[in-house]
């Protein structure tokens, strides 16, 4: 009975030793610094390349059977000229003409202005044969503008949406 009672509780006091496997990893912060911006994004995307000032995309690992995976959801970065007093008013609503040339089937989900040099457009449709849906940021500062569009499955977004907000939300001009 002794050797049951001691054998319990070893048991017991070494059981916290091997259950700690509750600890939160937490993966380092990964920037994207560029001219004029800067962005966290998420530690197992990649970078593609080449990857510019002007223009750069982070893709996404694989996410449900690797070689049957041909989507990867992605940030891009697109940095364009602007004529002297653009505001991000009329880039929004040129944007808004443009894309339904590019997008079949666009569909506006939401638009809204984050601030004075700031506008936020949610939309969806098919491209390259891909129903996507897409969040896009732009942001105007000394005659530039500063586009960041996160691109995902349509079926996938409301996945994606919670965990790559955080760092859409990172994005600051420089």
Do not use: H
């Amino acid at each position: 009975m002794i050797r049951i009672l001691a054998f319990v509780f070893v048991s017991m006091v070494s059981l916290p030793s091997w259950a700690q496997s509750d600890t939160i990893q937490v993966e380092p912060e990964l920037w994207l610094v560029k001219k004029g911006f800067k962005m966290k994004y998420p530690a197992k995307w990649e970078i593609s390349q080449p990857c510019t000032d002007t223009y750069c995309s982070v893709f996404s690992p694989g996410d449900t059977l690797g070689f049957m995976d041909s989507f990867r959801e992605n940030i891009n970065f697109t940095v364009s000229k602007l004529s002297p007093g653009y505001t991000v008013d009329q880039y929004a609503a040129y944007s808004l003409g443009y894309l339904p040339k590019v997008v079949k089937g666009f569909e506006v989900l939401d638009k809204k202005k984050l601030r004075a040099n700031a506008y936020r457009i949610t939309y969806r449709g098919t491209k390259d044969n891909f129903a996507q849906t897409w969040r896009q940021y732009y942001y105007v500062k000394n005659n530039q503008v500063y586009i960041v569009t996160f691109a995902a499955e349509s079926s996938k977004y409301r996945y994606y949406q919670p965990f790559i907000e955080p760092y859409l939300a990172s994005f600051t001009l420089l």
